[in-house]
């Protein structure tokens, strides 16, 4: 039982450490994009879509974090 609750722990900060990392690059990224002159135009979609799905997956991941440690209070 011990090693269920240490599981869903260490899995529960394993996807809160990947959504920071996620949303820190999504935040340089969006840095970079308004930088004058670092991109051209259709670049500028592309980095605008990636940025779009980093914050989607760092919301996922954020999400996912939650709901394993919701499991983890409800194992203890």
Known sequence: MKL???KYQS???DFTNFSRVLLTLAAFLSVGFYLPDTFSASQSQVILIIVSFLLIG???FHAASKKAEKHDGEQQ
């Open 58 to 60: 760092s919301i996922c």
């Open 11 to 13: 899995l529960a900060n």
């Open 4 to 6: 269920d609750i240490d």
